[in-house]
């Protein structure tokens, strides 16, 4: 029996109705209750076992949890949105996400592919000429938005499944489909792969759309320059006094976490090769005439390597602690989140390059694109790698008039099928009868 070969065209009405859906309903890392019970719903329709909260994921393995009331809060809303009960009791501290495994029990390669499903903490934009906007599908949520295209990542992910499972009688081996929480932060990925989910993988497959500005229909088979990276959160902790009357009594939080801010960015770039490093937040104080004697600080290091991380690492641990006692204040530090190095196989590229030379979708494969972001992912591929499988990142064309993380980031919603293509294709390739 032929493949179908009409799948991809045939589900696009489907791909763009799955996206829109999920991009009206963001949530943040570790709190996607209603994403991953709607991922879930469409996943047991189709016959795949799934394995739920602790079961698909080393539950102390997790970096930056939101706190237990957070938590409640947001479960809270998840009953209300219609999350059943025992989804929720599954999932419940905060242990969202999925693992969805068929298995054909024929002799085959065991391929796995990963898909992020967390939103950011952004506003999302009311212009007209943000689609989302004006099409009335953008985030109903205050304050969170699907800014980096993971809507369309998890979209991807249901449309590979939809076909695994209605040409399973074609296939062989077994594949494992991982919905992964809290990308955004580094802080989901080491936890899905601790639970052993990668041990016997002979090939592993997950991507992003965009990253670069690239034309629809074209597709990297690898990337390079991914940054292993390091996520803090800092408590400066001083004395509160009245600014007029008293300044000398006072020790200044806020001025410890604005010295360290600064400073932060004097740390030396490194000889050997790419070093980052940001503050993304800071809040301090409670009024004009008060001596703040709180102050809290998001930051992150990257490095190109593991050890140039480190170098970042310790060198921004070094100056928050002299900040902080420069004006006499404690600071805590919270680790939060973490990414390694990855380098992909490219052994893979004239594999996917081959695989998907039939597609009507597929323009053009780039063997390699150059990116410098950074990517939990990174735990999975090196795990497979390290077991003896092969691992890839790719990217998947489209415009980018606003870049990732912005108010008005959006991606054409063609690229969907595109990618959806390119797995299929891999797994006619791979594991066809």
């Not at 469409?42 to 009331?69: I, M, N, T």
């Not at 998840?78 to 059943?84: K, L, R």
């Not at 990855?342 to 996917?352: A, G, H, V, Y």
Request: charged letters at 25%.
């Amino acid at each position: 029996m032929l493949l179908k070969n009409n799948f991809t065209e045939s589900i696009k009405p489907q791909l763009k109705s799955w996206r829109r859906a999920f991009h009206q309903q963001p949530e943040l890392g570790f709190m996607e209750y209603y994403t991953t019970y709607k991922i879930g719903k469409e996943l047991e329709k189709l016959g795949f076992k799934l394995y739920v909260g602790q079961d698909a994921l080393k539950s102390e393995s997790r970096y930056g949890v939101p706190s237990k009331e957070l938590l409640q809060e947001k479960e809270s809303e998840a009953y209300f949105q219609g999350v059943e009960g025992d989804w929720l009791s599954h999932m419940h501290g905060g242990n969202t996400g999925l693992v969805a495994i068929w298995d054909t029990e024929s002799l085959g390669k065991h391929l796995a592919f990963r898909f992020d499903i967390d939103a950011l903490p952004i506003q999302e934009t009311e212009h007209e000429d943000h689609l989302p906007f004006s099409q009335g599908f953008s985030s109903s949520k205050r304050n969170v938005m699907h800014a980096c295209g993971h809507d369309g990542h998890i979209t991807i992910g249901l449309g590979l499944a939809r076909y695994i499972a209605e040409n399973a009688r074609n296939l062989n081996g077994k594949f494992t489909l991982l919905f992964q929480p809290a990308e955004e932060g580094g802080r989901g990925a080491k936890a899905m792969t601790d639970k052993g989910w990668l041990q016997d993988v002979d090939a592993f497959y997950t991507g992003h759309l965009g990253l670069r500005d690239l034309e629809v229909g074209t597709v990297a088979a690898t990337t390079k320059g991914f940054l292993a990276s390091s996520k803090l959160n800092v408590h400066f902790n001083g004395e509160s006094s009245h600014a007029g009357m008293k300044p000398e009594d006072g020790r200044n939080a806020l001025l410890a976490a604005a010295t360290t801010a600064t400073q932060l960015y004097s740390i030396p770039r490194h000889s050997e090769g790419a070093s980052r490093v940001n503050v993304g937040k800071l809040d301090a104080g409670s009024g004009r005439n008060i001596i703040a004697d709180r102050a809290y600080l998001e930051l992150e290091t990257r490095g190109e390597t593991g050890e140039i991380n480190q170098f970042m690492l310790g060198e921004a641990k070094r100056m928050i602690q002299a900040s902080a006692n420069m004006h006499n204040v404690e600071a805590s530090i919270d680790f939060v989140g973490e990414t390694e190095g990855m380098d992909c196989d490219r052994e893979l590229i004239d594999s996917i390059s081959s695989h998907c030379e039939t597609s009507s979708f597929i323009k053009e494969v780039l063997p390699s694109a150059a990116i410098s972001g950074s990517e939990d992912a990174s735990f999975m591929m090196n795990k497979v790698q390290a077991n003896g499988g092969l691992a890839t990142y790719m990217l998947f064309g489209t415009s980018l008039p606003y870049n990732h993380h912005h108010p008005s980031f959006d991606f054409e919603e063609d690229a969907l099928a595109v990618a959806v293509d390119t797995y299929i294709h891999l797994v006619k390739g791979e594991n066809t009868r």
